[in-house]
T-cell receptor, first 115, second 115 residues
Framework: EPEVTQTPSHQVTQMGQEVILRCVPI?????FYWYRQILGQKVEFLVS????????KSEIFDDQFSVERPDGSNFTLKIRSTKLEDSAMYFC?????????????FGPGTRLTVL | AQSVAQPEDQVNVAEGNPLTVKCTYS??????LFWYVQYPNRGLQFLLK??????LVKGSYGFEAEFNKSQTSFHLKKPSALVSDSALYFC?????????????FGQGTELSVKP
């Protein structure tokens, strides 16, 4: 069964450093998402991406964040200058289309720890 | 604004007993509702969804959910709980106001099934 994969599973970085989180969505999916979950809190939407551009972004997704689909398979989230409060589990998700009734499939997540 | 609420942080059930995990929603228009489960150190796994039609929706692992429009609820149920059902459960609603269709999650309910 196809699945969303994410690398690395755990990333430790120093405050102020840049990190890139990588995702490989399911191959025939067209919509891609990043969510994050701070420890003990709910899952929060960051950004959605379709047709090589951002469809929607949350207020969390400020200028420090960017997303890219550099080739036909990878989908990346970059944080330019990490802050302590960026420590969270980051989930990538994909869906076949963006209309309401399609479920999103989630990857296993990358745990980002900012020291 | 669209939102989802899970009124219980934790639900404790004895194995073999029925379980219910509660969810209420607030949306404008028709809701597209989802349940996801998160096992420790894992991503979110899709359980079931309500789009339209029958109010009782059946999903994976013997779970079902009942959509109640008058009570704006979408409670997750299982007739006979297993110890292996112990996990974190998230209710979510699809945002139909934007093309990307992000998911808006509840805060999660930790289900503990004891032998």
């Amino acid at each position: 069964e196809p699945e969303v994969t994410q690398t690395p599973s755990h990333q430790v970085t120093q405050m102020g450093q840049e990190v890139i989180l990588r995702c490989v969505p399911i191959s025939n999916h067209l919509y891609f998402y990043w969510y994050r979950q701070i420890l003990g809190q709910k899952v929060e939407f960051l950004v959605s991406f379709y047709n090589n551009e951002i469809s929607e972004k949350s207020e969390i997704f400020d200028d420090q964040f960017s997303v890219e689909r550099p080739d036909g398979s990878n989908f990346t989230l970059k944080i330019r200058s990490t802050k302590l409060e960026d420590s969270a589990m980051y989930f990538c998700a994909s869906s076949e289309v963006g209309i309401g009734y399609n479920e999103q499939f989630f990857g296993p997540g990358t745990r980002l720890t900012v020291l | 604004a669209q939102s989802v609420a899970q009124p219980e942080d934790q639900v404790n059930v004895a194995e073999g007993n029925p379980l219910t995990v509660k969810c209420t929603y607030s949306v404008s228009g028709n809701p597209y509702l989802f349940w996801y489960v998160q096992y420790p150190n894992r991503g979110l796994q899709f359980l079931l969804k309500y789009i339209t039609g029958d109010n009782l929706v059946k999903g994976s692992y013997g779970f079902e959910a009942e959509f109640n429009k008058s009570q704006t609820s979408f409670h997750l149920k299982k007739p006979s709980a297993l110890v292996s059902d112990s996990a974190l459960y998230f209710c979510a609603v699809r945002d139909m106001n934007n093309q990307g269709g992000k998911l808006i999650f509840g805060q999660g309910t930790e289900l503990s099934v004891k032998p």
